[in-house]
């Protein structure tokens, strides 16, 4: 079982009727980075920045992010890698004092690019950091909690003045740097195209969307049976939103858990996802999926997936794919 599986380490991530689909690795460690490479990851699509600013007093500096961001740039050889600006807030082990303390409604509250905003200083720092490491290779910037254009302007800003700040230092930045938004808020899943012009690239984090999208704490231990992707509301807004992607040449990736569940795969296909980013720990298993499914029947089933009226429904759907 495991050494079939390993053979998929240099096999396509094709459909049987012969349809690419783009395997991303989240990555929070050297040891993810490493993996992903060997894995053949298509690049990165999620470094979560956080973990630079955790269980620490003082904020890393310019440099020392820049040297982290350079490494996971030099580790992917040349293939993307998507840098994900601060995602702080009280629901994160932070001790740098950045976050407030006790809110009542930690998800609800100041974290993401809304704590970035209220400390522009720190932003820019980070921003120009990711600047300079993408002087080393394809770096894609992607903005955590974004809910309006309004926001995704104020980030357009700030990486406007970073890039002066650098110029003015005479140090080296990367010419051109793809900017993307999480779609987590389900405000920024119905404004999209309020905003996309100011997008190369979306990527939904599910995680997040589910959470708010149902009401229900990802974390809360008595609600695990309710919070889950397999819900009608969910499914009609993601597949909203890859329709939307591909009227518009915007490409659409799923990064929460679910994109990294061999078990949705056939659900993700059906409703038209093609990018994909996922732990290495399950990259093989969902390639393994990928390239037992047929697309386009798939999406011809994609109707009936999206006739479900529940749970069980969509299981069944699941059970027949
Ligand atoms: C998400 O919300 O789906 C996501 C990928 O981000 P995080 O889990 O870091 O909130
Ligand atoms: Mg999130």
Excluded at 283 to 307: G, M
Aim: glycine share 6%.
């Amino acid at each position: 079982e495991q050494a079939q599986l390993a053979k998929l380490r240099h096999r396509r991530t094709r459909t049987r009727d012969g349809v690419d689909i783009r395997l991303f690795a989240n990555a929070e460690s050297r040891e993810d980075v490493a993996e992903a490479h060997a894995l053949g990851a298509d690049g990165i699509g999620l470094y979560r920045t956080e973990f630079l600013f955790l269980r620490r007093r003082e904020l890393p500096d310019e440099e020392e992010q820049f040297l982290a961001y350079r490494d996971l740039v030099l580790g992917m050889a040349g293939r993307p890698v998507t840098i994900r600006t601060l995602d702080l807030g009280a629901d994160k082990a932070d001790h740098t004092g950045l976050s407030l303390r006790g809110e009542p409604n930690p998800a609800l509250g100041l974290r993401g690019v809304r704590l970035s905003l209220a400390h522009p200083e720190l932003f820019l720092t980070q921003l120009r950091a990711i600047l300079r490491a993408a002087a080393y290779g394809p770096v894609r910037l992607l903005v955590p909690m974004i809910g309006s254009r309004e926001e995704m302007l104020q980030v357009t800003r700030l990486l406007e003045r970073a890039r002066l700040d650098l110029e003015a230092r005479d140090q080296q930045a990367g010419r051109r740097i793809e900017l993307g938004a999480m779609i987590e808020v389900p405000a920024a899943a119905l404004a999209l195209p309020d905003f996309v012009d100011l997008l190369d690239f979306v990527s939904v984090g599910t995680n997040d969307l589910v959470q708010y999208l149902l009401a229900v704490d990802r974390n809360h231990e008595l609600l695990s049976g309710l919070y889950t992707p397999r819900h009608p509301a969910v499914l009609r807004v993601l597949s909203e939103l890859f329709a939307y992607g591909r009227r518009r040449s915007v490409p659409v990736a799923v990064c929460g858990e679910m994109a990294g569940d061999p078990a949705n795969v056939p659900l993700l296909l059906a409703l038209g996802l093609r990018d994909f980013s996922l732990h290495p720990s399950t990259l093989l298993e969902v390639r393994r999926a990928v390239r037992a499914c047929d697309f386009a029947r798939l999406r011809r089933r994609a109707a009936s997936l999206l006739r479900a009226h529940d749970r069980d429904g969509i299981e069944r759907w699941l059970r027949r794919a």
